[in-house]
């Protein structure tokens, strides 16, 4: 792949963690890791709504040789993305080959991620919420929590 550098948003034992053992798989060490303090609310701070105006871990801001970057918002996004990236890895079928092996790894994927999510998380704004449409007037399921 191109020289990228990734810098991951991250809280322990939440979505994020799917990337950072993603990237120490493909990467290493080798990625800068910020972590967001989620249950003292700092996701919903200025700061951290220019960077993921969803609120959420994960965040991968990825920079290119060229000094380009984005910020994804999206883990499952950013998990297929960075499998691609590194094929010599050999954790993805190719993507450039129309294969059942892809189909079956592209399927499991977003059962796991999306599906299971959907099942695993109990509040229904949130489960039922697409990225960028959650709402920011109530309690999230965190704050209930501490409650
Ligand atoms: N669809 C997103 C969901 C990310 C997400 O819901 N992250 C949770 C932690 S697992 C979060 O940061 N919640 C804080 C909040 O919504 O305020 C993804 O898969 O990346």
Known sequence: MKTARFKLYHSAGLRSARVKWLLHELVGDDFNVEYVDIYGAEQYGSRYLAI????????????????????MIESTAMIALLADAFPEKGLAPPAGEFSLRRADYLQILHFGVDGYDAVADPDPRTRAAGAGKRRTDRPTVHEEIRQ
């Open 52 to 71: 993921n105006p969803n609120h959420c871990v994960p965040t991968l801001e990825i920079t290119m040789e060229n000094g380009n970057s984005m910020n």
